[in-house]
T-cell receptor, first 113, second 113 residues
Framework: SQTIHQWPATLVQPVGSPLSLECTVE??????LYWYRQAAGRGLQLLFY??????ISSEVPQNLSASRPQDRQFILSSKKLLLSDSGFYLC????????????FGEGSRLTVL | DQQVKQNSPSLSVQEGRISILNCDYT??????FLWYKKYPAEGPTFLIS?????DKNEDGRFTVFLNKSAKHLSLHIVPSQPGDSAVYFC????????????FGKGTLLTVNP
């Protein structure tokens, strides 16, 4: 069966520090991968999605970036965090099917101080 | 511009009664709609979906209704149980969007025993 893992689960970082959140999917090949953010008082906002290795599409301009170095690995990064980057980050995946159903990871809670 | 709107941030219902969660959308290209349930500090989990070719889809205690002319969908939970207490997100996707979902802000449902 397919599983998705994110880490770290919780992160407290000072403003201006770098960020790296990692997501891996097991049990499937060539998934579509997504990074979403849930900020306080807001819904789930799509940040990046990837349909294959090295292919990244950005939905929202910001100081975050994403990379997909391997088929089932998706990394969210920042060189310098802002206070507004605080939120709950969710990695998700799906296959190229007709349902569009997403499978989410456990999430990573980032607090920027 | 918020394309998927959940205008009620919270809803409180007695156990055994019906819970009705509403969602409106503005993008007429959306053709697939999903509901996700999210507990605190966890990733959302898929609940139920509906294609635009249907106006109703039922799965156990959960029923989703779609009114395309009004660009409105609703999730009915009957009977409501305390374990249903969670944040419910409405989401939509459009053809050719690579299954990128646009989410609403969510509605916090509290089912009181």
């Amino acid at each position: 069966s397919q599983t998705i893992h994110q880490w770290p689960a919780t992160l407290v970082q000072p403003v201006g520090s770098p960020l790296s959140l990692e997501c891996t999917v097991e049990g499937t090949s060539n998934p579509n991968l997504y990074w979403y953010r849930q900020a306080a008082g807001r819904g789930l906002q799509l940040l990046f999605y990837s349909v294959g290795i090295g292919q990244i599409s950005s939905e929202v301009p910001q100081n975050l970036s994403a990379s997909r170095p391997q088929d089932r690995q998706f990394i969210l990064s920042s060189k310098k965090l802002l206070l507004s980057d605080s939120g709950f980050y969710l990695c998700a995946w799906n296959l190229d099917s007709n349902t569009g159903e997403l499978f989410f990871g456990e999430g990573s809670r980032l607090t920027v101080l | 511009d918020q394309q998927v709107k959940q205008n009620s941030p919270s809803l409180s219902v007695q156990e055994g009664r019906i819970s009705i969660l509403n969602c409106d959308y503005t993008n007429s290209m959306f053709d697939y709609f999903l509901w996700y349930k999210k507990y605190p500090a966890e990733g959302p989990t898929f609940l139920i979906s509906i294609s635009s070719i249907k106006d109703k889809n039922e799965d156990g205690r959960f029923t989703v209704f779609l009114n395309k002319s009004a660009k409105h969908l609703s999730l009915h939970i009957v009977p409501s149980q305390p374990g249903d207490s969670a944040v419910y997100f409405c989401a939509a996707s459009a053809p050719g969007s690579n299954y990128k979902l646009t989410f609403g802000k969510g509605t916090l449902l509290t089912v009181n025993p």
